[in-house]
C-alpha cells in the first residue's frame, strides 16, 4: 500500500498559469485540484482538505489577501503565494496574514516545488514546543508586555495595539536584551519560516514598532540600529508574575 500523494489547490484566475502549472505539479507526483477564483476554492474546500494552498493574490471578487486570511483563521492551511506584486509592503501584508511563503511571477517551477516541500516539511515538525514562559510578563522602563494575551501597556497603563509580527519582533527582542540581532535571525523569529528575499520586512516592522514605543523614533532609546549588525534593544528587560486579576 502506497502513501497518498501530498494533496494541492491552485488557486489562479489565469488559465495560461494555472493549466500548464498543474500539470508539472501531478508530473512531480502530487494531486492538484485547481480553482480560477477564492469562490470556487471555498466551494473545493467543502469537499476536500488540501495539505497546501497555492494562491493568487490579484484576482477578480474576492482577492487572495482575503482569502488567505480565512484559510489561516478557519483551516488552518499552509499557504504559498503566486504573485506579480513584487513591492516589499505587499509581501509584508501577505506574511503578517500568514501566508508560509510568497514567490513572484514569473518563477522557475522547480523552485517552486522546493519551496512546497520546505513547507510541508516545516508543518510537519509542527509548532515548537511551549515553554511557561508565557506566565510571565516582560517590563522595560514602565512599558509592559503580555505575552500570552499579545498586550502591550504603555507606562501609563495606556494599551497600544500591535500587529503579529510586531509582537514577534518585541519579544524577540525583549527576549535578548542588548544583544545584537541580525536581520536574518529577526527575519526567522519574526516571519516563523526560512524567509528568502524579505530583509526589508525586518526594517519595515522596526520602522512601526518604534513608532508606537519610542518618545522619538528618528532618535531611538529602545531599539537602536547596530549598523552593519541589525539591531539591538538597549533597555534593561525583567519578567516578572502577573497580577492574578490582570
Known amino acids: 500500500m502506497t502513501d497518498a500523494p501530498i494533496s494541492i489547490l491552485l488557486v489562479d484566475d489565469e488559465p495560461t498559469l494555472r493549466e500548464p502549472l498543474a500539470e508539472y505539479l501531478a508530473g512531480q507526483g502530487f494531486a492538484v485540484t485547481e480553482a480560477a477564483s477564492a469562490a470556487a476554492a471555498r466551494s473545493t474546500l467543502a469537499a476536500i482538505t488540501p495539505d497546501l494552498v497555492l494562491l493568487d493574490i490579484m484576482m ?61 516539511r516545516r508543518v510537519a515538525r509542527g509548532p515548537a514546543p511551549q515553554h511557561r514562559s508565557e506566565d510571565w510578563h516582560y517590563t522595560f522602563e514602565g512599558w509592559v508586555l503580555d505575552p500570552l494575551k499579545r498586550k502591550l501597556t504603555d507606562p501609563e497603563g495606556v494599551r497600544i495595539p500591535i500587529s503579529t509580527a510586531e509582537f514577534r519582533l518585541l519579544r524577540a527582542l525583549l527576549d535578548n536584551p542588548r544583544k545584537v540581532m541580525d536581520r536574518d535571525l529577526l527575519l526567522d523569529l519574526v516571519q516563523g519560516r ?51 486579576d490582570a
Open 60 to 120: 477578480p471578487g474576492e482577492d487572495g489577501l482575503s482569502f488567505c486570511r480565512h484559510l489561516v483563521e478557519t483551516r488552518k492551511l499552509p499557504v504559498i503565494f503566486l504573485t506579480a506584486r513584487t513591492e516589499a509592503t505587499d509581501r509584508i501584508v501577505g506574511l503578517e496574514l500568514g501566508a508560509d511563503d510568497y514567490v513572484v511571477k514569473p518563477f522557475e517551477p522547480r523552485e517552486l516545488v522546493a519551496r512546497i516541500r520546505t513547507v510541508l
Open 194 to 244: 526560512s524567509a528568502h528575499l524579505f530583509d526589508r520586512a525586518v526594517d519595515n516592522q522596526v520602522s512601526r514598532l518604534r513608532r508606537k514605543v519610542e518618545t522619538d523614533s528618528r532618535n531611538p532609546h529602545f531599539i537602536q540600529t547596530v549598523r552593519g549588525g541589525g539591531y539591538r534593544f538597549a533597555a534593561r528587560v525583567e519578567r516578572v508574575a502577573p497580577e492574578l
